[in-house]
């Protein structure tokens, strides 16, 4: 059974940083891509970033505060988030496209 589970999310102060997991289950997500998306309130899900191997794409909003990485030995994709704005506040959706899989998401506060 496919399964993509998120942890990390809570509530920090602008410039924090928080790093956000993606226990992935039933595949190995080495082999595909992985995406980060987020929904903050009132708006649509938008595209965070992706990895596939050693390859990563970033959304420009996030670009050099954020970075996608994974751990084959944990099947674990990371979201390391940096110098975090109040705009980044949303539920954060770890994504297999290929697997058509999501998880449940896991919620990111930023705020003084």
């Known amino acids: 059974q496919v399964q993509l589970v998120e942890s990390g999310g809570g509530l920090v102060q602008p410039g924090g940083s928080l790093q956000l997991s993606c226990k992935a289950s039933?595949?190995?997500?080495?082999?595909?891509?992985m995406r980060w998306y987020r929904q903050g309130p009132g708006k649509q899900r938008e595209y965070v970033a992706q990895i596939t191997g050693v390859s990563t794409n970033y959304a420009d909003s996030v670009k050099g505060r954020f970075t996608i990485s994974g751990d084959n030995t944990k099947n674990t994709v990371y979201l390391q988030m940096n110098s975090l704005k109040p705009e980044d506040t949303a539920r954060y959706y770890c994504n297999a496209p290929a697997r058509g899989a999501w998880g449940q998401g896991t919620q990111v506060t930023v705020s003084s």
């Open positions: 039933g595949f190995t997500f080495s082999t595909y891509t």
